[in-house]
Each structure stands twice: as structure tokens, then as C-alpha cells.
């Protein structure tokens, strides 16, 4: 202890003038930070990471995939579909073993478009159907189209099956949801007509996706929200509400505080952060960004939808079974995008684009570069999406973060592939008879070796990792601070360093030499893991030249020492 307060004392009174001016500049960054934003820090902080990257993310505010699928798929003239003439075999519907049961919710919209798909599902794997949709007239509440509700057998196989069956309300734009949200007498409607057709059908609840909500309609959606439950509940407590969210709430539209009482989940939309927005091809659905993709991803989307006040065990992560195309620059991975080709379905891809898949490492997807001729010349594409194995990353995640399950865009997407309930099958079940609460927490009670694993050392330190790792998300406070620490400290330890005593006292022993230049090295080692230089491997293999070097110097002074203690 007194070596190290010698230390602190040498340097300090060494250098009290940097130490002065570091804390000034400090405090005057930080007054900074306030004066320039009344909001808190680290809405500053992303302020000024937006200007760091390409922001087309931002226009993804006004980008509705529900909608769009409506608009081409939903039309029967649509080309990019996989028929029959293409010779496409309907695979097999997996089905769970007796033994084994869901331990997640597993949700999945079920489109009017897919017509008589449902007869080749297998609706053991799945715990909701969310038929999709009553489309919303904003003016009056009723529907422009129920499209088959009342009709489709496919309600009758999901019940069958023991799923919950979900009506989906949809709303798009920002206009058509300030009309509806404004006009009472539409809300009733849509509410009573809601009731009857649950009613009809023998259905367990509504999911309202309403996209594109303006900050201003904030107070009036959450009202809305909050007679639509009151009201299901009162005719029936059983009854579920769902909503959707964006991947990001660019708008700030939802006021969770009011939401959380009257909402039985939240379905986090987690695709299209890449699309016909951006400037470069890139991942529909990234785990993680890195310093190559946008700065939002399903990781921090989660993140920040649970600070904000959305309990995990209430959120469900919903993933696309589709890709996107482009025309891009070159084969490079994150070209330019020249034009956006439109969204393929997983069945379309898997059919149709034959070109070897890759594997980015950084976003945890894969994603395909190919050459098309278009009667003059080559042209390059580029297609993102997940497959089985990145889905299985995204299950991963989900697990991780405690959330309730996952979301399914669209049912019938992977048609003639099973690969991908496999992946739910093999990584979101659990053996025996399911415990009665284990969709309601999204958690698998665990044996007692699993829960050894869990606390074993490696998994320790995976978590210290994890949480260091989370500092990245302050990285430009983190740099600004490291900056000055660089500048005012180092300028302080030059200036120690021109007195003698100083001098003596830090390189006048070789174990003092040692000592700092471990404590160095250590940090060092630590900073370049965190920023992703060096990998585990890496770290491990210099930490062990390190160890080596060090054994032998010690080895080295006691086999003198002995040496020089014989007669």
C-alpha cells in the first residue's frame, strides 16, 4: 500500500498543474455535454455517432415491410413467388417429438396471400397464429378488407392444434393513423367489430400493427390502446393484446409507462435495417454492427426498448423469413447500392440463387453476390438475409436477453423448407410436459448441471467480457475522456520524469521495470480486445509469451541466487 501511495504522491506533485487542467477540461466537456442538449447525455452521445456513420437508417422511419409484402405478394400478378412449375417439392412438416414441448412463445403472422399453405404446416411448432389481416379504414374503423377471416380453415388447424389464434389490425403512414387516432367514433367501431369477430372465430386476442405513429399521436395511441384491452378484457379476461413496435422508435410515439399495464406483448419488428433506403447492400436483421454496419441492431434495438421500459418477458423479437437484393458497385461486401431489386422470399432465395452463401462474421448473417446480364453487360447483385444457421444465432439472442419468444414474418416465406423449424425445434424446446407459466416467463427451469455450467469460470468471464463489451455503446465519451487522460497524463509523466528522484524511483530496479511494463501491457491488451483488434487467440498467445518471458527471468535470478549461496 505505501508503494503505491509513493507512487500516486510522485506523480502528483510532480504534475499538479496537468492534473488541474485535465479535471477543468473534464468538467468543461461535461458542462458541454448539458449546455448543448437539455436532453440526457447519451441522447448527445448518438447525436453525434449519427454524424459519424452513413445515416440512411433514418429514413427508415417511413419504411412499412408489412405493408409492402401487402402491396406485391398480396398481388396476384406478383412474379417473384415459387410455384409449382418450378418443379418445388413440399417438404415434410416437422413436428415435435411427444416427449418435448415449446419453452418460448413462438408467433407467426399467417398472410391472406398464402391461401391453402396451412394445410402443409405443422402447427405443433408454433404457440400463436396471427391471421393477417383486417385492414383498417381510418375514417369509420371498419374494414376495408377482413380477407377470409371469417372463412379460412387455417383458424380451425391452428385451434385444432391447441394455438392461440390472433386477428391482426392493420394501420399504415403517418396520416391514416393521426385520422383514426383522432376520431372516437372509429375507435368504437373498430372495438365492436373486433369483439364480434373474435367471438365468431372462437379467437384468443388481437395484434394491432400500427405503423408509422407520429410523436404527436403519442398519448392518443396509448388512450386508444388502453380502451381497446379494458374493453377485450371486459368481455373476456382471457383475451390477448399484442402491438408491434419498429426495430427503432424513431418517432418516440410509445409511451411504455402507459402500455405495459394494458399489453400482454410487445412484438419488436427486427428486419429492414437494411433496404431500399441505404446506400450500401447490408444485413436485413444484424445481430451486432461493428464498425462497418449502421449503429442499430437487434442487440442494442432490445437493449434499449427494455431500458425504456418494456419487461423482457413481455417482448418478443420478431424476424424476417426474407432477404433483400440490390444491384450494387461490385461483389465487395457493403458496396454501393446503385438501385434496391425489392424483398425475396426465404423459398424464393433458396430456389432461385444459386451463388455460394457467406458469412459476415460482424452482423452474424449471411448474404450472396451474383452476376446478372441485363442485354448490355454484367451486373453485379447482392442478397442479405438469414438461414437456418444464423437463425439459430438469433434464437441464441433471444435466450440471452430473457425475452418471451419469437416472431415469424411471414408463415409460408419457407415453403419446401424445413431447415428452419429445425432450428426452433432443436433450439427453443425443452423435454417433458410443459410447466404452465413457461410462455408466460420465456424461461426453461433449468437441473442443477445445467446451472453448474452456467457458473463455470468460462461463462464468468464471457459475462465480464459481455459487460465491458457494453461500454462501446459510449464510445465517443469514452474516447473524448481517453483523450484527455492521454494528453494531460502523459504530459504530467514526461514532467515527473525530468526529476532525478523520480527517475530513480520508477527505473532504478529491474522488478519495478517489470511491474509497469506488465500493468502496461496488461491494459494495452485489454483495450485492443475490447475494440475487436486482437481476438481471443491472439490475446491468449501473447499473454502466454508474456508469462514465459516473466517465468524465465525469475527463473533465471533464483538459479543465480542459488549459484551464489554455494561455498
Same mark, same amino acid.
Given at each position: 500500500m505505501k508503494f503505491i501511495l509513493s507512487i500516486f504522491y510522485r506523480l502528483v506533485s510532480a504534475h499538479c498543474l496537468t492534473l488541474y487542467l485535465f479535471l477543468f477540461s473534464l468538467c468543461s466537456f461535461g458542462g458541454f455535454v448539458v449546455e448543448n442538449d437539455h436532453q440526457d447525455s447519451i441522447g448527445f452521445i448518438k447525436k453525434i455517432e449519427e454524424k459519424l456513420v452513413h445515416n440512411d437508417s433514418l429514413k427508415r422511419a417511413q419504411h412499412f415491410v408489412h405493408e409492402e409484402h401487402k402491396q406485391t405478394k398480396g398481388d396476384k400478378n406478383y412474379l417473384y413467388t415459387v410455384k409449382e412449375s418450378d418443379s418445388l417439392t413440399l417438404a415434410k412438416p416437422v413436428k415435435l417429438h411427444t416427449s418435448m414441448h415449446?419453452?418460448?412463445?413462438?408467433?407467426?403472422?399467417? %398472410?391472406?396471400?398464402?391461401?391453402?399453405?396451412?394445410?402443409?404446416?405443422?402447427?405443433?411448432?408454433?404457440?400463436?397464429?396471427? /391471421?393477417?389481416?383486417?385492414?383498417?379504414? %381510418?375514417?369509420?374503423?371498419?374494414?376495408?378488407?377482413?380477407?377470409?377471416?371469417?372463412?379460412?380453415?387455417? #383458424?380451425?388447424?391452428?385451434?385444432?392444434?391447441?394455438?392461440?389464434v390472433l386477428l391482426t389490425v392493420t394501420n399504415f403512414g403517418k396520416k391514416n393513423n393521426k385520422d383514426f387516432l383522432s376520431n372516437s367514433r372509429a375507435q368504437a367501431e373498430l372495438i365492436s367489430n373486433v369483439l364480434e369477430l373474435l367471438k365468431l372465430r372462437g379467437a384468443n386476442g388481437i395484434c394491432i400493427d400500427f405503423e408509422g405513429i407520429a410523436k404527436s399521436e403519442k398519448d392518443a395511441y396509448s388512450s386508444f390502446i388502453t380502451k381497446l384491452s379494458t374493453k377485450l378484457k371486459s368481455a373476456n379476461k382471457e383475451y390477448q393484446v399484442y402491438i408491434t413496435m419498429p426495430c427503432v422508435d424513431w418517432a418516440k410515439s410509445?409511451?411504455?409507462?402507459?402500455?405495459?399495464?394494458?399489453?400482454?406483448?410487445?412484438?419488436?419488428?427486427g428486419y429492414s435495417y437494411y433496404g431500399s433506403f441505404s446506400k450500401v447492400a447490408g444485413p436485413v436483421a444484424p445481430n451486432e454492427s461493428g464498425e462497418i454496419w449502421e449503429p442499430y441492431n437487434l442487440s442494442n434495438s432490445i437493449d434499449t426498448y427494455?431500458?425504456?421500459?418494456?419487461?423482457?418477458?413481455?417482448?418478443?423479437?420478431?424476424?424476417?423469413?426474407?432477404?433483400?437484393?440490390?444491384?450494387?458497385s461490385s461483389d465487395e461486401k457493403a458496396a454501393k447500392a446503385k438501385s434496391f431489386v425489392g424483398h425475396r422470399t426465404y423459398d424464393y432465395i433458396r430456389t432461385k440463387i444459386k451463388s455460394?452463401?457467406?458469412?459476415?462474421?460482424?452482423?452474424?448473417?449471411?448474404?450472396?453476390?451474383?452476376?446478372?446480364?441485363?442485354?448490355?453487360?454484367?451486373?453485379?447483385?447482392?442478397?442479405? /438475409?438469414?438461414?437456418?444457421?444464423?437463425?439459430?444465432?438469433?434464437?441464441?439472442?433471444?435466450?440471452?436477453?430473457?425475452?418471451?419468444?419469437?416472431?415469424?414474418?411471414?408463415?409460408?416465406?419457407?415453403?419446401?423448407?424445413?431447415?428452419?423449424?429445425n432450428m426452433i425445434a432443436d433450439r427453443m424446446?425443452?423435454?417433458?410436459?410443459?410447466?404452465?407459466?413457461?410462455?408466460?416467463?420465456?424461461?426453461?427451469?433449468?437441473?442443477?448441471?445445467?446451472?453448474?455450467?452456467?457458473?463455470?469460470?468460462?461463462d464468468k468471464l464471457g459475462q465480464v467480457e459481455a459487460s465491458f463489451a457494453g461500454l462501446v455503446k459510449y464510445k465517443v465519451t469514452l474516447?473524448?475522456?481517453?483523450?484527455?487522460? #492521454?494528453?494531460?497524463?502523459?504530459?504530467?509523466?514526461?514532467?515527473?520524469?525530468?526529476?532525478?528522484?523520480?527517475?530513480?524511483?520508477?527505473?532504478?530496479?529491474?522488478?519495478?521495470?517489470?511491474?509497469?511494463?506488465?500493468?502496461?501491457?496488461?491494459?494495452?491488451?485489454?483495450?485492443?480486445?475490447?475494440i475487436g483488434f486482437l481476438a481471443d487467440v491472439q490475446v491468449a498467445v501473447v499473454v502466454g509469451f508474456i508469462s514465459g518471458v516473466i517465468a524465465l527471468i525469475l527463473f533465471n535470478k533464483i538459479f543465480v541466487r542459488v549459484n551464489e549461496s554455494k561455498p
Amino acid at each position: 500500500m505505501k508503494f503505491i501511495l509513493s507512487i500516486f504522491y510522485r506523480l502528483v506533485s510532480a504534475h499538479c498543474l496537468t492534473l488541474y487542467l485535465f479535471l477543468f477540461s473534464l468538467c468543461s466537456f461535461g458542462g458541454f455535454v448539458v449546455e448543448n442538449d437539455h436532453q440526457d447525455s447519451i441522447g448527445f452521445i448518438k447525436k453525434i455517432e449519427e454524424k459519424l456513420v452513413h445515416n440512411d437508417s433514418l429514413k427508415r422511419a417511413q419504411h412499412f415491410v408489412h405493408e409492402e409484402h401487402k402491396q406485391t405478394k398480396g398481388d396476384k400478378n406478383y412474379l417473384y413467388t415459387v410455384k409449382e412449375s418450378d418443379s418445388l417439392t413440399l417438404a415434410k412438416p416437422v413436428k415435435l417429438h411427444t416427449s418435448m414441448h415449446l419453452a418460448y412463445e413462438v408467433l407467426g403472422w399467417y %398472410p391472406y396471400w398464402e391461401k391453402n399453405f396451412y394445410e402443409n404446416m405443422s402447427f405443433s411448432m408454433l404457440s400463436t397464429a396471427a /391471421y393477417f389481416a383486417y385492414e383498417l379504414n %381510418p375514417k369509420t374503423g371498419a374494414a376495408i378488407s377482413l380477407h377470409d377471416w371469417k372463412t379460412t380453415a387455417m #383458424i380451425d388447424s391452428a385451434k385444432h392444434s391447441g394455438n392461440s389464434v390472433l386477428l391482426t389490425v392493420t394501420n399504415f403512414g403517418k396520416k391514416n393513423n393521426k385520422d383514426f387516432l383522432s376520431n372516437s367514433r372509429a375507435q368504437a367501431e373498430l372495438i365492436s367489430n373486433v369483439l364480434e369477430l373474435l367471438k365468431l372465430r372462437g379467437a384468443n386476442g388481437i395484434c394491432i400493427d400500427f405503423e408509422g405513429i407520429a410523436k404527436s399521436e403519442k398519448d392518443a395511441y396509448s388512450s386508444f390502446i388502453t380502451k381497446l384491452s379494458t374493453k377485450l378484457k371486459s368481455a373476456n379476461k382471457e383475451y390477448q393484446v399484442y402491438i408491434t413496435m419498429p426495430c427503432v422508435d424513431w418517432a418516440k410515439s410509445l409511451d411504455f409507462s402507459a402500455l405495459n399495464s394494458v399489453v400482454d406483448r410487445f412484438i419488436m419488428m427486427g428486419y429492414s435495417y437494411y433496404g431500399s433506403f441505404s446506400k450500401v447492400a447490408g444485413p436485413v436483421a444484424p445481430n451486432e454492427s461493428g464498425e462497418i454496419w449502421e449503429p442499430y441492431n437487434l442487440s442494442n434495438s432490445i437493449d434499449t426498448y427494455i431500458k425504456d421500459g418494456v419487461p423482457a418477458n413481455k417482448l418478443i423479437l420478431a424476424l424476417g423469413y426474407f432477404g433483400a437484393v440490390w444491384e450494387t458497385s461490385s461483389d465487395e461486401k457493403a458496396a454501393k447500392a446503385k438501385s434496391f431489386v425489392g424483398h425475396r422470399t426465404y423459398d424464393y432465395i433458396r430456389t432461385k440463387i444459386k451463388s455460394p452463401s457467406k458469412y459476415d462474421e460482424v452482423s452474424q448473417t449471411v448474404w450472396q453476390s451474383y452476376v446478372t446480364a441485363d442485354g448490355k453487360s454484367d451486373v453485379y447483385r447482392q442478397c442479405w /438475409y438469414d438461414n437456418d444457421s444464423t437463425l439459430g444465432l438469433k434464437i441464441d439472442l433471444i435466450k440471452k436477453k430473457g425475452l418471451a419468444g419469437m416472431g415469424i414474418w411471414a408463415l409460408g416465406y419457407d415453403k419446401g423448407y424445413s431447415e428452419m423449424w429445425n432450428m426452433i425445434a432443436d433450439r427453443m424446446t425443452a423435454e417433458g410436459s410443459a410447466p404452465k407459466d413457461s410462455l408466460e416467463t420465456g424461461q426453461v427451469e433449468k437441473s442443477d448441471s445445467e446451472s453448474e455450467k452456467e457458473l463455470s469460470i468460462w461463462d464468468k468471464l464471457g459475462q465480464v467480457e459481455a459487460s465491458f463489451a457494453g461500454l462501446v455503446k459510449y464510445k465517443v465519451t469514452l474516447a473524448v475522456l481517453l483523450f484527455f487522460v #492521454i494528453l494531460f497524463g502523459g504530459s504530467g509523466v514526461i514532467i515527473a520524469m525530468f526529476a532525478p528522484s523520480n527517475r530513480d524511483f520508477f527505473f532504478g530496479s529491474t522488478g519495478r521495470i517489470l511491474l509497469f511494463s506488465a500493468v502496461f501491457l496488461f491494459v494495452s491488451l485489454v483495450l485492443l480486445r475490447l475494440i475487436g483488434f486482437l481476438a481471443d487467440v491472439q490475446v491468449a498467445v501473447v499473454v502466454g509469451f508474456i508469462s514465459g518471458v516473466i517465468a524465465l527471468i525469475l527463473f533465471n535470478k533464483i538459479f543465480v541466487r542459488v549459484n551464489e549461496s554455494k561455498p
